[in-house]
C-alpha cells in the first residue's frame, strides 16, 4: 500500500495559487460504532429496526422479491454496488477519516465537507422514532468521528425534515451542542395522498406525493429558515428523486440514477425560490449537491422567461376578457377551410374559445418571490445559491458561461468530489479531472478559481463568517474575500 502524493492531481494542485476547497466528499458509516451511539441514545430494542435503512436503500427488499411482485408494487431497482471494492484503499479511505486525512494531498485537496452515505436515506424515513433517533445518531457519530480532523475536514450534520419541529430540534441540537458547521436537509418529503389513506388505508404507504418544502407544503418552514439564519448554517440540499415520475425502473438502477440529484435539487430550489423564501429571507444562502449546474441553468433562464411573458402585467396578454370573439369568427369565415368554416356554428363562445375565467387574486404566480424586474431573478441566483458539481462534468462549464446565460449570469458551481461513492473509481484522480475543463479551453484559470476556492469559500462563510476559522486554510480564504468583496445580500 502506497501514500505517496506524487500524483496528477497533486502536481495540478501544486502549480495553484490558492487552496482546494472540496465540498462534496462522502464518508461510510461504520454500523458497529454507530450502533453504540443508538444503543446510548435509545436503548437495544431500537437495534433491530437500524435494518429499516437497509431495506429503504434495497427500495423495500427489492432483492428478496420475484420480477412480479417488483412490478406489482413498482419497486424500484435501488442502488447496488455503489463503493469501491476492488480499490480497497480508497474504500476505507471512505470510513476512516485519519487516513483520508493524510491521504488528502494526494488528492489535491485542502479542505473537505463530508457527507454521510447511510445518513441520508435515514432522514427519508417514514417511521417518525427510527426516523429521528437514527438522524441524531448518526450526527453523534460523525461529530466525534472527525473532531480531531477539523482543520482539513468537517463532517454534515443531517437535518430530518418530516416537520419544521424536528428540524428545528436537530438543528439547535448538531450546532449548539455538537458544534458541526454544515446541515443536510431532507430537499424533500415523501408524504401519503390524504385521498388514499381515508379511502384505502392499508395501501396508502404505496403511494405518495412530493412536499418541496416552500410551494404548497403540508406545513410552513418559514421558522426552520429563520433558525438557520439565527445558528449561520447555510442549508444544503442532497436527496434523491429515484422512484419520482419517469425514474422507476424495477430493472435499471442506472435508468434510476440518472438526473435524479438534479431533479430533486431543482424541486427544492424552484419552491425556494417561487415561494418566496429567498425574498423573507435574503441572508439565506442554500447548496445543491451532487446535480451538477445544467439543471441550474435551465431552471435560471426558464425563470427569467417565465416572469417576462407571466408576470402580473403581462399575463394579461392571455386574458379571455380581452379576446375578440366576432374578430376570431370573421378570421375563420374569411381564411378557414371549409373543415373548420363548416363547424363554425356548433362552436359555443367562451371556453372552448379560450379556457375559463381565473381568480384575479391566483394571477401573478410571482407574488411570493417579489420580483419586479428580470435582474433580481439573476441577483438571488448568483448571491444566494450554490451547485454541486462533480469533477467530470463538462456542464460544469455552462454555469461561468455568462455570454449564454441571461443577462449576463455567472452561477456559483462548487467543486464536489463525491470521493467515497461509485462515480469516482479513483480518489486521486479528482481535482485532475475538474482542471481539464481548463486544459480543454472550456473555463478559464479564473473560472476555475472559482470553482475550486472562491465560490465554496463565499457559500461556506455566507452565513458563518468564522467557518474556516483554526482551518489550515483560514488565512487564504480572508485574504480572498477582502480581495473580492461581493455586496451583501
Known amino acids: 500500500m502506497s501514500l505517496n502524493p506524487q500524483t496528477k492531481s497533486a502536481a495540478v494542485r501544486a502549480r ?105 436515506y435515514a432522514a427519508h424515513l417514514r417511521e417518525d422514532e427510527l426516523r429521528r433517533t437514527l438522524s441524531r445518531a448518526f450526527n453523534m457519530y460523525h461529530a466525534d468521528l472527525f473532531r480531531e480532523f477539523s482543520d482539513r475536514i468537517t463532517p454534515v450534520a443531517v437535518i430530518p425534515m418530516h416537520t419544521p419541529e424536528e428540524a428545528i430540534s436537530e438543528l439547535d441540537f448538531v450546532v449548539r451542542e455538537l458544534g458541526m458547521k454544515v446541515v443536510m436537509m431532507a430537499g424533500n418529503v415523501r408524504r401519503p395522498l390524504p385521498i388514499v389513506e381515508q379511502r384505502a388505508p392499508e395501501t396508502a404507504r404505496l ?46 438502477y ?49 425563470l427569467v422567461s417565465h416572469w417576462s411573458k407571466r408576470n402580473r402585467h403581462n399575463v394579461q396578454n392571455y386574458n379571455p376578457a380581452s379576446f375578440d370573439r366576432e374578430l376570431f369568427r370573421d378570421l375563420c369565415h374569411r381564411y378557414g377551410t371549409p373543415l373548420i368554416q363548416d363547424r363554425l356554428h356548433s362552436l359555443e363562445a367562451g371556453e372552448r374559445l379560450t379556457g375559463p375565467d381565473e381568480d384575479p387574486s391566483t394571477l401573478d404566480e410571482f407574488a411570493a418571490c417579489g420580483i419586479e424586474r428580470p435582474e433580481e431573478i439573476r441577483d438571488i441566483f448568483v448571491r444566494n445559491f450554490y451547485f454541486g458539481c462533480e469533477a467530470d462534468d463538462p456542464m460544469n462549464a455552462w454555469a461561468f458561461n455568462a455570454r449564454v446565460n441571461p443577462h449576463g449570469a455567472r452561477l456559483n458551481a462548487i467543486f464536489s468530489s463525491d470521493i467515497g461513492h461509485w462515480d469516482v473509481p479513483d480518489m486521486t484522480e479528482v481535482t485532475n479531472e475538474a482542471y481539464e475543463l481548463v486544459e480543454h479551453g472550456l473555463i478559464t484559470e479564473d473560472d ?32 480572498f474575500l477582502e480581495e473580492n468583496q461581493r455586496p451583501s445580500s
Open 16 to 120: 495553484l495559487k490558492y487552496p482546494v476547497i472540496d465540498s462534496d466528499g462522502h464518508t461510510i458509516e461504520f454500523a458497529p460504532a454507530v450502533n453504540d451511539y443508538l444503543k446510548q441514545i435509545a436503548g437495544p430494542e431500537l437495534l433491530s429496526r437500524f435494518d429499516s435503512v437497509n431495506d429503504l436503500v434495497a427500495a423495500g427488499g427489492w432483492h428478496r422479491q420475484t420480477r412480479q411482485e417488483r412490478f406489482d408494487r413498482r419497486n424500484i431497482r435501488p442502488p447496488w454496488w455503489g463503493f469501491p471494492s476492488k480499490n480497497t484503499l480508497d474504500r476505507a479511505t471512505t470510513t476512516l477519516p485519519k487516513l483520508l486525512y493524510r491521504r488528502m494531498e494526494q488528492f489535491g485537496l485542502d479542505f473537505t465537507v463530508v457527507y454521510p452515505t447511510l445518513a441520508m
Open 254 to 302: 442506472v435508468y434510476n440514477h440518472i438526473g435524479n440529484f438534479a431533479a430533486a435539487g431543482e424541486a427544492v430550489c424552484k419552491a425556494l425560490f417561487l415561494g418566496g423564501v429567498i425574498r423573507r429571507f435574503p441572508k439565506l444562502h442554500c447548496a445543491f449537491l451532487e446535480g451538477g449546474a445544467g439543471w441550474a441553468c435551465t431552471l435560471y433562464s426558464d
Open 207 to 252: 403511494t405518495f406525493w412530493v412536499d418541496n418544502l416552500a410551494v404548497d407544503s403540508l406545513y410552513d418552514y418559514d421558522p426552520v429558515w429563520s433558525k438557520c439564519v439565527e445558528l449561520g448554517v447555510a442549508p444544503t440540499f442532497h436527496s434523491s428523486s429515484m422512484g419520482w415520475g419517469s425514474r422507476n425502473s424495477i430493472s435499471s
Open 448 to 479: 476555475f478559481r472559482d470553482f475550486v476556492f472562491g465560490n465554496p469559500a463565499r457559500l461556506w462563510t455566507s452565513m458563518n463568517p468564522d467557518f474556516f476559522k483554526g482551518t489550515t486554510i483560514e488565512g487564504a480564504v480572508r485574504q
